[in-house]
């Protein structure tokens, strides 16, 4: 008996061991992260600015990133930059104007580029078994963003799959943001004063949350509620900008906004154990925008 007990305790020893070790292996951190590069450096002028953002970007080690304004990028550019951070696989959405792109240490599948109907473009891919979607919706005109946040929804509620994360610039303000965006009637009057007989930022004289109001009904959940504190999440304007614009190191601070989201699906989201807006230190000078950083618990290969 005595044996028989020394025996069952030994294999529910090792057999415990071995469990541990297969959950820890089975979720794994997946670090996903967006971007905005402001106007692809200039263009690629600003070479040192470049250096700069993929030094920092090398140094947190994200498994996806999301890239917005590519101005002057190809292919061949952005391997060679995602190369520097450890992502061997990347996807361009185009090569003219202000493209999007996912980069990844895992292999991409594409499955929509669509530059047709919407102001810049959407790129939808797979990886880590996840769809993502890349946007950077119209930065002039609540109507038009409307229009493609819907388009968007219906793309993801037609998925056949409950695991998509929708990332990116969509210069849209969320309805959870409401109690600190609308104390700020400088930057609202600004915004009503811009001189466009076409387009307009505002929606009916008001700050417009209808964009992000639909992502958040597909359901799309955005991540960084109760990860951070959201009044101090900003994501732009930066410093940057200071001395342009008309832009001053006041209306910096006065013009605050988030704009820059990871949104995703909610059992995706339920694995979401950290969230960071980068948006202090070296980062102030590296664009006009702040990057995002999500950590997800997921199943990954080894």
Avoid at 22 to 38: E, G, P, R
Avoid at 146 to 169: P, V
Wanted: aromatic residues 12%; negative net charge; charged residues 25%.
């Amino acid at each position: 008996m005595r044996i028989l007990i020394h025996f069952l305790f030994f294999t529910f020893l090792i057999f415990g061991t071995h469990l541990s070790t297969f959950s820890q292996q089975a979720n794994k951190d997946l670090k996903v992260m967006t971007y905005n590069i402001w106007n692809g450096f200039d263009w690629g002028k600003d070479t040192a600015r470049n250096e700069r953002l993929i030094q920092w970007v090398k140094e947190q080690n994200p498994d996806v990133l999301a890239l917005q304004e590519l101005c002057d990028y190809d292919v061949d550019k952005l391997k060679k930059d995602a190369a520097q951070w450890g992502h061997p696989y990347v996807q361009i959405l185009k090569e003219k104007g202000y493209p999007t792109a996912l980069t990844s240490k895992e292999p991409i599948i594409l499955i929509e580029k669509n530059v047709d109907n919407f102001w810049h473009g959407l790129l939808h891919v797979q990886t880590y078994g996840i769809d993502f979607f890349v946007v950077h919706l119209s930065p002039s005109d609540a109507n038009i963003r409307l229009q493609e946040a819907q388009q968007i929804k219906s793309r993801i509620q037609e998925l056949s799959t409950d695991s998509y994360i929708i990332l990116g610039d969509f210069n849209s303000h969320s309805p959870l943001d409401a109690y600190w965006m609308e104390p700020k009637t400088a930057l609202k009057n600004k915004m009503a004063n811009e001189k466009n007989e076409k387009y307009s930022n505002l929606r009916m004289g008001e700050f417009d949350y209808a964009p992000m109001s639909e992502f958040l009904s597909i359901p799309a959940i955005d991540v960084s509620l109760g990860k951070a504190d959201l009044e101090a999440s900003f994501t732009f304007p930066t410093p940057a900008l200071i001395g342009l614009y008309d832009q001053t190191a006041e209306s910096i601070i006065q013009n605050r906004v988030r704009i820059d989201y990871i949104l995703a699906s909610p059992s995706l989201a339920k694995t979401c154990s950290q969230v960071e807006i980068f948006n202090h230190g070296a980062r102030e000078t590296l664009s006009d925008h702040f990057p995002v950083m999500a950590v997800f618990q997921v199943n990954k290969k080894e």
